[in-house]
């Protein structure tokens, strides 16, 4: 199973940190992972507060630095008998100065609370967005309550084969990793484990309308042999990473899997809300070496219609369009 090992936690001073430090401790302990807790502070001489000729304008920054760090360094202290964290306050657009933080220190993950908690309709905000969109690691963002143990983890899988050729493969490994991650997860949190996969079978619609009108037995023989392809497809991908049921983890997680007739942006929130999802785990590229292709519409569009925490993958090779410094 995939294990975290440079851990990057982003915390908003403004609101309480302890979930999300709460989670990302239990992570990096559980993971033997290095820890390292920020925070974005404003840059202050960028003409928004005095100009950067005034010298007053440099104390003042140096002054609400100092002040954040402070705050971090308090927010980490009751946890830092338990493991060493590392602290440092970050000075200017908080979704940039996070993806150059990981591309500077290789952080394999990006854990931090959504934007707006208090408005679940609409969970991630723009530097959220961002993030899912560019950063080059895992993001998990976790929601302000979920410091309790996750109940039900759901991994959002996509094994359609009617893809390009050349995206077969990473889909594929995407898939992969998404599974493991999810799997490590539910076995960490004593979690049911749940495996969505929403499929369609193309052309049904028209068979069955009035320009074609194909028999209604001859369509559901169609209808029902896609759905066995798509069925067998999955199991591959379960046996692959879980082993067969006689397996310990096989025996241990007992994941439930669905298959789900239709849209995924419509068959996945709607599942979430179903089984009262706490954790969807799910890729958003399928696509490597495309600086300008981040965030697929679909993945993005189940995003925008879930209030649960999420933690976003994107495949190895996914190109972040942020320079460092």
């Not at 490590?184 to 749940?194: P, V």
């Amino acid at each position: 199973m995939q294990r975290f090992k440079q851990i990057l936690a982003v915390i908003d001073l403004a609101h309480p940190p302890q979930g999300v430090l709460e989670r990302a401790v239990s992570l990096a302990q559980s993971n033997q992972a290095d820890l390292s807790v920020v925070c974005v502070a404003p840059e202050l001489n960028a003409g928004n507060v005095l100009p950067e000729s005034v010298p007053l304008s440099s104390q003042l920054q140096s002054a609400t630095e100092a002040t954040a760090q402070q705050q971090l360094e308090e927010a980490v202290a009751p946890y830092q008998s338990q493991l060493s964290i590392k602290t440092s306050v970050l000075v200017g657009i908080p979704f940039l100065e996070i993806i150059r933080k990981v591309l500077q220190n290789q952080h394999d993950l990006v854990i931090k609370a959504p934007e707006n908690p208090e408005w679940l309709e609409r969970v991630f905000g723009s530097d959220d967005m961002h993030l899912l969109r560019k950063c080059p690691c895992p993001v998990w963002l976790v929601k302000d309550a979920s410091s309790e143990s996750y109940r039900n983890i759901l991994a959002a899988v996509d094994v359609n084969a009617d893809h390009p050729v050349p995206e077969l493969s990473i889909r594929h490994a995407l898939n992969i990793q998404i599974l493991e991650i999810a799997a490590s997860l539910a076995l960490a949190e004593f979690a049911q484990l749940h495996v969505a996969h929403a499929w369609q079978a193309i052309g049904e619609h028209a068979m069955r309308g009035p320009f074609l009108s194909r028999p209604a037995v001859e369509v559901d023989e169609y209808v029902a042999q896609v759905r066995d392809l798509h069925e067998q497809d999955l199991k591959k991908l379960l046996q692959e990473v879980l082993g067969s049921g006689n397996t310990t983890t096989g025996q241990f997680l007992k994941p439930q899997v669905h298959l789900l007739k239709g849209l995924a942006r419509q068959e996945i929130p709607g599942l979430v809300n179903r089984l009262g999802v706490d954790l969807v785990v799910m890729g958003t590229v399928a696509r490597t070496g495309v600086p300008g292709l981040f965030i697929g519409n679909t993945a993005e569009t189940i995003l925008e219609q879930i209030g649960c925490s999420v933690l976003a993958i994107k495949p190895a090779g996914f190109v972040t369009p942020v320079t460092p410094k």
